[in-house]
Nanobody, 127 residues
Framework: QVQLVESGGGLVQAGGSLRLSCTAS????????VAWFRQAPGKEREFVAT????????YYADSVKGRFTISRDSAKNTVYLRMNSLKPEDTAVYYC????????????????????WGQGTQVTVSS
């Protein structure tokens, strides 16, 4: 089991930056990849970014590529999402998710592919 807790959300003006954190606890049965998703009011939850177990491999949604950076501090069991050049359309509840895997790593971007979820943190970008 893995428990995930997000933090770092808040209100920021367009063009500003925020850094979200996702701290994991518990004892995963194997390596696990971590992803960020977001859900705006009235919309489906959508993929934002993901990172592999050792942080070597990352993958981003086109909508955030070049603006967001996902990183991982394994010593702290924490994954970060650095968000720059924020836009009003980035406003959403941001969720951290994890999935365990064995063998080789490949990117996953579907909600149902993740086993563990945090409670979410609100990000609001004002225009």
């Amino acid at each position: 089991q893995v428990q995930l807790v997000e933090s770092g959300g808040g209100l920021v003006q367009a063009g500003g930056s925020l850094r979200l954190s996702c701290t994991a606890s518990g004892r995963p049965a194997s390596r696990y990849a971590v992803a960020w998703f977001r859900q705006a009011p009235g919309k489906e939850r959508e993929f934002v970014a993901t990172i592999s177990w050792r942080g070597i491999s990352t993958y981003y949604a086109d909508s955030v590529k070049g603006r967001f950076t996902i990183s991982r501090d394994s010593a702290k069991n924490t994954v970060y999402l650095r968000m720059n050049s924020l836009k009003p359309e980035d406003t959403a509840v941001y969720y951290c998710a994890a999935r365990s895997y064995s063998g080789g790593y490949s990117h996953r971007s579907r909600v149902y592919e993740y086993d563990y979820w945090g409670q979410g943190t609100q990000v609001t970008v004002s225009s």
